[in-house]
């Protein structure tokens, strides 16, 4: 069974930092290609960054380029969102998501995490 | 970049059709995705690549796309419908959203 659990979360202030983990089980990481996608509160979803299988390919929407950065330890089967310079329109839940392939633009995502949650406020 | 549209609402009798949109431009071209989410849950998939169904999803769900518009075509319509729905396209690398739209079944 594939299961996706996000960690990380927290309260921060404007202009810091948190990273938020996604571990993996279930299939075999590597072979998938890895999101991010967040919900503000009582808002739609929006996504916010793809990583390939191998981590060599990464893309970022325009709302956090430059600021976050999406990483994973397959040895650990460990998806990491490094979220820096935090502003707080970027509160809101937080979710990985599995891919159907490795990087495929047109593709879509099977699984997701419950969540983790990132408050930016002062 | 592109952008893709949904109705805010959308609201049925129990029983009856509902169908939500997504608008953008040329999206026949594009493979659309549609995701059903209730409150306090993660997004579930309902529909992959404009019409396909995942193993669990109730043929009463279906979906379209040509054109500058995909459907998603909810039928018999019942109270565990009820839900947010969102259409997914690809722009490029880069992955996007539809608004969403709040099914309510009256």
């Known amino acids: 069974e594939v299961q996706l659990e996000e960690s990380g979360g927290g309260v921060v202030q404007p202009g810091g930092s948190l990273r938020l983990s996604c571990t993996a089980s279930g299939f075999t990481f590597d072979d998938y290609a890895m999101h991010w996608v967040r919900q503000a509160p009582g808002k739609g979803l929006e996504w916010v960054s793809l990583?390939?299988?191998?981590?060599?390919?990464?893309y970022y929407a325009d709302s956090v380029k430059g600021r976050f950065t999406i990483s994973r330890d397959n040895s650990k089967n460990d998806l990491y969102l490094q979220m820096n310079n935090l502003r707080t329109e970027d509160t809101a839940l937080y979710y990985c998501a599995k891919d159907i392939f490795d990087y495929y633009s047109g593709s879509y995502f099977d699984h997701w995490g419950q969540g983790s949650l990132v408050t930016v406020s002062s | 970049s592109y952008e893709v549209t949904q109705p805010v609402s959308v609201s049925m009798a129990l029983g009856q059709t509902a169908r939500i949109t997504c608008e953008g431009n040329?999206?026949?071209?594009?493979?659309v995705h549609w995701y059903q989410q209730k409150p306090g849950q993660a997004p579930v998939l309902v529909i992959f690549r404009d019409f396909n169904r995942p193993s669990g999803i109730p043929d009463r769900f279906s979906g379209s796309n040509t054109g500058n518009m995909a459907a998603l075509t909810i039928n018999r319509a019942r109270a565990g419908d009820e839900a947010d729905y969102y259409c997914l396209v690809w722009d490029g690398s880069t992955v996007v959203f539809g608004g969403g739209t709040k099914l309510t079944v009256l």
């Open positions: 040329n999206i026949g071209s594009k493979n």
């Open positions: 990583i390939s299988g191998d981590g060599t390919t990464t």
